[in-house]
């Protein structure tokens, strides 16, 4: 079965320069989440999209934002990186329908930021 | 989301049963009990969820007491891939068109044993 897609699997950036993680939902998946897991630390949700609108909000800072496209995947842009935006970063995507909205998570894309 | 409570850690041995539980005193009457895992840095993978029935699946088993106060996930023939990070998480089913982030607590640390 098709899983969530996420480009790329492995970012290296520097201090202060800006990254672009991509999220490919599962296919008749409306919703798109975005989580960051830094080392040692649990999954923290940070944003969701719900056909193509923003939906809930979590911890995310104002340094990052995102969007989903009319094709449903989804973009997390990041500024001004840290040291401390080094983390993996997982997207999740849920099916559209009433009866359900199931996670499923993606791979993830590690960010190490020097 | 109800709190949810999770024994740090766990072993089991290879080919018996893994009875995780999972403490949700709080809960709400449409909140259902969802379990997720994460093997190493993977992402996390959604397991089982139900509502106040006992439900299974290919992977699991959910049992959740009649005052659904608390649950126990069963995995009835561990194996060592089934070593990971298990997760209780407590939140609506489905919240009407919105997309709710998951809140992930500590989990439960599972180490099957040869």
């Known amino acids: 079965a098709a899983g969530v897609i996420q480009s790329p699997r492995h970012l290296i950036k520097e201090k202060r320069e800006t990254a672009t993680l991509k999220c490919y939902p599962i296919p008749r998946h409306d919703t798109v989440y975005w989580y960051q897991q830094g080392p040692g630390q649990d999954p923290q949700f940070l944003i969701s999209?719900?056909?193509?609108?923003?939906?809930d909000k979590g911890s995310i800072p104002d340094r990052f934002s995102a969007q989903q496209f009319s094709d449903y995947h989804s973009e997390l842009n990041m500024s001004s990186l840290e040291l401390g935006d080094s983390a993996l970063y997982f997207c999740a995507s849920s099916p559209e329908g009433p009866t359900t909205d199931t996670q499923y998570f993606g791979p993830g894309t590690r960010l190490t930021v020097l | 989301d109800a709190k949810t409570t999770q024994p740090t850690s766990m072993d089991c041995a290879e080919g018996r049963a893994a009875n995780l539980p999972c403490n949700h005193s709080t809960i709400s009457g449409n909140e259902y009990v969802y379990w997720y895992r994460q093997i190493h840095s993977q992402g996390p993978q959604y397991i089982i969820h139900g509502l106040k029935n006992n439900e299974t699946n290919e992977m699991a088993s959910l049992i959740i007491t009649e005052d659904r106060k608390s649950s126990t996930l069963i995995l009835p023939h561990a194996t060592l891939r089934d070593t990971a990070v298990y997760y209780c998480i407590v939140r609506v089913g489905y919240s009407g068109g919105g997309a709710d982030g998951l809140t992930f607590g500590k989990g439960t640390h599972l180490i099957i044993q040869p």
């Open positions: 999209f719900y056909e193509k609108m923003q939906s």
